[in-house]
């Protein structure tokens, strides 16, 4: 048959759509695929997420949102399932990974609910527990799982977001009564941001700088954090506390975010959380890590889990987006090629499926490279795989799939809203709110731009550590090593062997643009030789005065955030590869790599400018590019509503009136009402059919 | 001087910044010349949309915003301004072009207050006007112009919105009682999306199939307008007419946009607007254009303003975003190179530069053109030249500009609020809200995809109709024609003479990017070639039957709507170029011109695939491209500030938190501390240039 079957069918699995070759998706299998390592979790956040109680209302005023979400939050502690990360004698499960899992499913309930139990929980706790020790966990956790201590994360300033070694509160050691002072010096160091301050927090963990006294003068530790407490049991601040509402927000205002600043507040000595430094009474300072940098990169990185955690939510909310479009585009129809003819559904156009399916590919890439970082994650944590190195992998991981995902979601938010028209804008619809909920996702836990370019300065640092004098093929074997795992590695990768006098037909070209390893080589060349340049450029660079270093630096800032960009890119085709290898279904198999080759395909034609530049590809194949794209697009269309079927979201997860099924019954009332009027003979004649009348 | 005089002066116009070479900005002339055609009315809106009376209040809920917004239209009618398109006779000033110059102005005030009085005026009493004849004008207009009829103009349905000649709601005469009969067939046919249809709506101008009882079958004479009241005085809907509220939206959250159905409601025969097409008693339909297909497009024709206003509006937003995120990037700093350097400003970083002076760039190109096209409606509506051509030219233009510009407002919005980091997603700056308004821009007055296949039928149109047989150098020139003025093209056009074997320093490579006949060259040759490919491809499509036809088209939808869209680029830099003439101020000239260079080679940038994919750039000049961006970079860099000066936007219209100075005097204030802090000698020292403690 040549029409999906979802036109009859409603959002429950049904029979999957076979195309005109016979291919067909296998959606029950395809969609458990997808729900990973952790399936039962995520089924049961599922429900959790689509629970009356946790969605949205939409219309409420701020304060309204608030409270609900906040009494949504003590919804979530009585229900369970959002203590997972901590240990077991708190009512946890020890299980890091399976709580991210869980958590980044609630972004369909609410963001505004989902962020602010991350505040709590991922933030506020989480800090508790991987920067404090046993005492301060004892102390708190429990009151902090419970919700009976609410609180915020204090880390931002007005004056510094991304750059929080430059932080400029401070907590003073004084040594005559053993306690902390903690202060906000000017303006610029309010604290700035934060979920829960502007008022339900009754705590902080403040990140200050730690001051000790010195043998013979103050001596500046660096960033550390603090439990301060900073209001009373009636929701007053407490002397020396101050704050104020950042107030109404683009989206995710169910939170309540607000500022703080601290006039000199004392807090016991023990409230410093001590795991990677501590203060002795007489006021001598130590750390089991003796480089400030090393230490201070340490604590960020127990932190690393709020970024693996928007990298799923980002990938939850665009899978919802493209099941609310995609079932839109295949029952909603506009413009018809001849009077008689039936007006054509959406997802029959051209355009509406480059719209659609290029991004739909994006999304299993991103999901499938989003799996990877969170087992990644989990084995750091669960302490299965914990070295440095694999805790530095993992931030550098998170740091390039983090930006890539946000503003993925971003994007198809805002292209399915358009997709969708008129319709797309209403509340009821979805679209539009969820986008301005994640808008936020781009900048916070790290500006994406930020991150990027910290991921640039890692690939450059391997670069450097490991090629100084090596040849290109070298370089070319290492970027592949970065992104493909041991299997797919242990075969080597082709060499290129395209030349610019490459002949041969279309079909040909066609073969090679779809063989996996033309992609990969293309993909990987591309952030080797980006790499490679910007060494190049840099050498030397670090040997000069820092402000000189600096402004080379700067020359080539556009180039290092390209090639991050290019090196998440790849990073989610070679997880979008790897993830073939689990699918036993020809079928199912058949269409994800037709989707994988849209997705591989369709960042080289988005970057065809370098690759012709540097010879990489021929003109002649070159050229196939776009019309074997939109063959991909014609090929994979029967599918699209199996693989958003595929990401198991029901109405409850989804609750859009336009994927309801709501589109077609209009559709079938409004054929039905013309065939009858037809039927009757009533039906009016055009006037340009008729003879004129006068 | 080498810093940007910004820091010290507030917004109101102060000494331009000279960069090392001492070119600068005559702020106070371009701001004049920005101003263009109607400088008194803008300066006069822009006042009002400085007025608090107009103001949007964040945090309102929906109904005291469509409260507040409802007044504060009757506060426009009772301070004079909105009225301008109108005759004279009713107040107005009979001034088409004036009057949307000061209505796009009002973006800035809520753009809720803009849209309902476009609702008002622009659609409702535009239709009344254009539509409607003597009669109907003096019945209704002065009601209308004074806020006693408020009313929707229905047009949309649930399933129709750009296919307007699809909808399904009929108006079919009763011969017997001579009286229209409107009726909604089904639930697909309610009027959907109607601003004034909630709530405030007494009246509609209903778009419905006209439909005459024949002298033997009844006839449809296609989509017509009819007056149809709605509400009675208490607001209850009348017998007969019935409707919902589309509640709440992504944005333009002022306006009570709703939906309305019909259940055989009848109204007299004079309240068909009759201009195009009339009734007798009868029951004789006569119509002064012949053609159903032409004067269908007349009508929706004679409404085209509200395209030429989204442009504009969507103009002045991209502006005002710029105006924040450019004060705030040279205000705000982030990272150091060293402990001992003062940290950078955001404006001072590549990457920075890259997000917001290309934008910029485009903003100043898409004002340019926008001024153009309003003198172009001014010229039709004004009757100064009202010809059939000069009407589809018009209409042509605004198809193209309108998707362009709002495309590039939403973009601009979101790029300046991402470069905000969290500041800019406080209502407090702007930036998250008015992108939450604007997004409706896209698809609202014609999907911008829609648009823009019009667009690229129109040029395929000409093409056919003039060079079938012509070869590709005509073709070029033809292209130049629709883009250049007659001043411009009597010089006629430099031929390419670049080949692949183009040799020659970087120098003479940047010499050739910066020559405007190299620009021009090659963004006309990319539009020429892409129409002549599609026309190729498409030849004789037009000879199968409609759906073989369709499905050829089909196939190449995504290049239809890329060549339109280069086409629009074209436009926009055309329009650049040719404002570049009026600057008679040297160095205002020379930093406008590296805009302008800016704003054309990015296109070339982006687009670099084609170019090298046809042979239109060697792989030399290419990669000269890159670098060459960078240095405009640079070289405008200390004009920034003075670009967006230029705008003309003050406190009262940006209302932003962040690009009021409260930055710098915060960065001013730490800076003060650290000095002060330093000079008593009991600074901190960091850790890390102690030795050992213990």
């Not at 029409?3 to 067909?24: C, E, I, V």
């Not at 507040?265 to 090393?294: E, H, W």
């Not at 302490?383 to 979601?409: C, I, Q």
Request: net charge neutral; glycine share 10%; hydrophobic share 40%.
């Amino acid at each position: 048959m040549t029409q999906p079957a979802s036109l009859t069918r409603t959002l429950a699995p049904g029979p999957a759509a076979a195309d005109d070759a016979g291919h067909a998706v296998d959606v029950g299998l395809l969609g458990g695929y997808l729900l990973g390592r952790w399936p039962d979790i995520r089924r049961a956040a599922r429900r959790l997420a689509g629970d009356p109680e946790l969605h949205r209302l939409d219309g409420q005023s701020m304060a309204e949102h608030r409270r609900r979400v906040r009494d949504q939050l003590q919804y979530l502690v009585d229900h369970g399932g959002v203590h997972r990360a901590f240990p077991a004698r708190f009512g946890g499960a020890d299980d890091p990974g399976g709580n991210i899992a869980g958590y980044e499913e609630l972004v369909l309930a609410d963001p505004s609910l989902q962020i602010k139990a991350g505040v709590q929980w991922g933030l506020f706790g989480a800090a508790i527990l991987h920067l404090g020790t046993t005492g301060h966990h004892e102390k708190w956790l429990p009151d902090i799982l419970s919700l009976r201590l609410p609180g915020a994360f204090a880390m931002t300033e007005t004056g510094h977001g991304s750059d929080v070694s430059a932080i400029a509160t401070t907590a003073t050691y004084d040594l005559a009564s053993g306690e902390f002072v903690v202060n906000t010096p000017f303006r610029a160091a309010w604290k700035d941001y934060l979920g829960n301050a502007a008022r339900d927090g009754k705590a902080a963990v403040v990140f200050a700088k730690l001051i000790t006294p010195g043998r013979d003068h103050p001596v500046d530790h660096g960033v550390h954090a603090f439990m301060v407490p900073i209001r009373d049991d009636g929701g007053a601040f407490l002397p020396g506390v101050g704050g104020e509402d950042d107030g109404l927000k683009g989206g995710l205002n169910g939170i309540d975010n607000g500022r703080l600043h601290f006039d000199n507040v004392r807090i016991p000595r023990a409230n410093l959380l001590n795991r990677y430094g501590d203060v002795a009474p007489d006021g001598t300072y130590s750390s089991p890590i003796a480089s400030p940098g090393r230490r201070f990169f340490t604590m960020l990185g127990t932190l690393v889990q709020g970024r693996v955690s928007l990298d799923g939510a980002a990938v939850a909310a665009s899978k919802a987006a493209l099941a609310i479009a995609v079932r839109y585009a295949n029952e909603r129809r506009q413009f018809t090629a001849s009077p008689n003819a039936e007006e054509q559904r959406l997802l029959d156009y051209q355009l509406h499926q480059r719209r659609l399916l290029t991004r739909l590919a994006r999304t299993y890439a991103a999901a499938f490279a989003h799996e990877e970082l969170l087992e990644r994650f989990h084995d750091v944590f669960s302490g299965v795989r914990d070295t440095d190195a694999d805790r530095e992998d993992l931030e550098t991981l998170a740091a390039v799939l983090k930006p890539l995902s946000t503003w993925h979601a971003l994007d198809t938010l805002q292209e399915c809203r358009e997709a969708c028209g008129g319709a797309g804008f209403l509340a009821e619809n979805r679209l539009s709110l969820l986008r301005a909920d994640l808008d936020i996702y781009a900048t916070f836990e790290g500006d994406n731009n930020v991150l990027l370019q910290l991921v640039a300065k890692r690939l450059l640092a391997d670069y450097a550590k490991e090629f100084r004098n090596a040849d290109f093929g070298v370089l070319a074997r290492w970027v592949a090593a970065q992104a493909a795992d041991v299997t797919l590695h242990r075969t080597g990768l082709r060499r290129v062997v395209q030349t610019v006098a490459d002949t041969g037909s279309d079909r040909r070209a066609a073969n090679y643009l779809k063989d996996p390893g033309t992609q990969r080589e293309l993909l990987t060349g591309r952030v080797g030789a980006m790499v490679a340049e910007l060494a190049g450029a840099l050498r030397g660079a670090g040997k000069l005065p820092p402000t000189e270093s600096a402004k080379i630096f700067n020359r080539h800032q556009h180039g290092l955030i390209e090639a991050a960009r290019a090196h998440g890119d790849l990073l989610q085709w070679e997880a979008f590869t790897r993830a073939l290898e689990g699918i036993r279904d020809p079928g199912t198999l058949e269409v994800l790599t037709w989707l994988r080759d849209l997705f591989g395909l369709g960042l080289i034609e988005q970057h065809l400018g370098w690759y012709l530049l540097n010879g990489r590809l021929s003109a002649q194949r070159a050229r196939t590019l776009g019309p074997y794209l939109n063959r991909l697009l014609h090929r994979l269309r029967p599918h699209a509503q199996d693989l958003v079927d595929a990401f198991g979201y029901g109405p409850e997860q989804l609750r859009a009136a336009i994927a309801t099924g709501a589109e077609a019954a209009r559709q079938q009332e409004a054929l039905a009402w013309a065939r009858a009027r037809r039927a009757s003979g009533d039906f009016p004649v055009p006037e340009k059919y008729l003879q004129p009348e006068g």
